[in-house]
């Protein structure tokens, strides 16, 4: 199995030690813990997890503009 990162904080309880064990999300987990999480939603959606944020480009090849983050006016009151 590869390699994957959390997407959210997991709590579970250690199988050799029984202590309890909180990982954090982007930690890899060690295999052994790994196969304990069950819940599909702790791990990223998507197969490459750097894809997840950059944008894919277009069908003609070429990139997607990139967004201008919105300001709020200064407020004069």
């Known amino acids: 199995m590869p ?4 997407a959210y904080a997991v709590h579970l309880q250690h199988p050799g030690t ?4 909180v990982l954090l999300p982007g930690c890899i ?15 990223p959606h998507s197969k ?3 894809d997840q944020h950059a944008p894919g480009p277009q069908a003609d090849g070429t ?3 990139v967004r201008t983050p ?8």
């Open 70 to 77: 919105r300001t709020r006016k200064t407020r004069t009151d």
């Open 63 to 65: 990139q997607p503009p």
């Open 29 to 43: 987990p060690p295999p052994e813990l790994a196969e304990l999480i069950t819940n599909p939603d702790a791990w």
């Open 48 to 50: 490459h997890p750097d």
């Open 3 to 6: 390699e994957r990162r959390l």
């Open 18 to 21: 029984g202590e309890h064990v």
